[in-house]
């Protein structure tokens, strides 16, 4: 199915849905590509914040090839990550074949999975750089954070990763859901979204290196984990909800190192370049130098005309 009939039935919305973006053409033995909306939206996450992350690289003294490279290897490290974590933790691919494991199209991402692949990530392109791991992700964190508020619009095209029935106002419906339940989706991109903004001032602000990170780990973990117990597609481990399991993990382990980094006591500053700019210098003194220079000079000639008198005698 490409589309769905998607209603807010307590506010009266109703409307199509499709989860095709749009449909490229068939060139000779290459075959037309649907391209769908989650697609679009993920790329929309992604580009927009490394934009924002490149406009700010030199408020904050990070080298826009090192903020290039971290998101590739991220966003690479992000993917593998996320599948894998879905593959290990979802029980679907058991005697299935690698094709059917590595076939994202098809499904399957877990975005705690990706957010452990781009941290792993970041910390071996921070050792390669040799550069503080700490001032780069409390530098790019935030447009994690903001990517994950575009990207779960993505579900909602999908119409995937909703919660129980509700009888709520914003209640959603559709041929996925059956009857009118928690748009989870969207109360996570609004924690996502709300996130990013804190996360932005805490930046902006004089700070205990790490405390960007962890301000992200523990309000995700807490947050998400509130959201996951009201889902319906939540993996399961040994009848626990992982994702709130990693939520708790992330959140203790985000407060102990906030902690270890308080005592250690790292202060994160940024001050921008002060560019001396030439000082002009009064008229008088500059005249009585010109004039200093001017008489020095004759002198040094004169000395040069005696010297000569003296050579020749």
């Known amino acids: 199915m490409e589309k769905w009939n998607v209603e807010f039935p307590n506010m009266g919305i109703h ?18 590509i649907i391209i769908y909306w989650y697609a679009v939206i993920i790329g929309l996450g992604i580009v927009l914040g ?17 903020i290039f490279d971290t998101v590739l290897f991220g966003l690479i490290a ?3 990550g996320a599948r894998a974590y879905y593959v290990i933790f979802s029980g679907e691919f058991v005697n299935k074949s690698f094709f059917d494991i590595i076939n994202i199209r098809s499904g399957g991402l877990a975005i705690y999975g990706g957010v452990i692949g781009a941290l792993i990530s970041t910390m071996i392109i921070a050792k390669i750089n ?3 791991f700490l001032k780069l992700i ?15 619009w993505g579900n909602f095209f999908n119409q995937e990763a909703f919660g129980s029935p509700t009888n709520l106002p914003w209640a959603m419906k559709s ?9 989870t989706f969207l109360y996570e991109s609004l924690l996502c979204l709300a996130l990013f903004f804190l996360l932005i001032w805490i930046r902006r ?15 995700y973990g807490v947050g998400r984990a509130m959201i996951e117990s009201l889902r319906t597609d939540s993996l399961m481990f040994y009848g626990f909800r992982v994702s ?5 993990l992330f959140t203790v382990g985000a407060l102990v190192g906030f902690i270890y980094l308080y005592k250690k006591g790292v202060t994160e500053v940024y001050e921008p370049i002060a560019i001396p700019e030439p000082v002009a210098e009064p008229e008088a003194e500059s005249e009585a130098k010109s004039e200093a220079k001017s008489e020095a000079k004759s002198e040094a000639d004169a000395d040069a005309d005696d010297g000569s008198k003296e050579e020749k005698e």
Do not use: W
């Open 205 to 219: 602000n004089p700070h205990i290196r790490g405390m960007v990170l962890a301000t992200y780990l523990s309000v």
């Open 244 to 248: 709130q399991l990693l939520g708790l």
């Open 15 to 32: 409307f199509e849905l499709s989860k095709v973006a749009f449909q490229t053409p068939a060139l000779g033995p290459i075959p037309s």
């Open 50 to 66: 490394l934009i924002l992350a490149l406009r700010a690289a030199n408020k904050y003294f990070i080298s826009k090839d090192l």
């Open 175 to 183: 041929e996925a859901t059956l009857a009118a339940v928690h748009p």
């Open 130 to 132: 040799k550069v503080s």
């Open 78 to 80: 992000g993917i593998v």
């Open 138 to 152: 409390d530098f790019l964190i935030p447009y994690l954070a903001l990517g994950q508020a575009i990207g779960r």
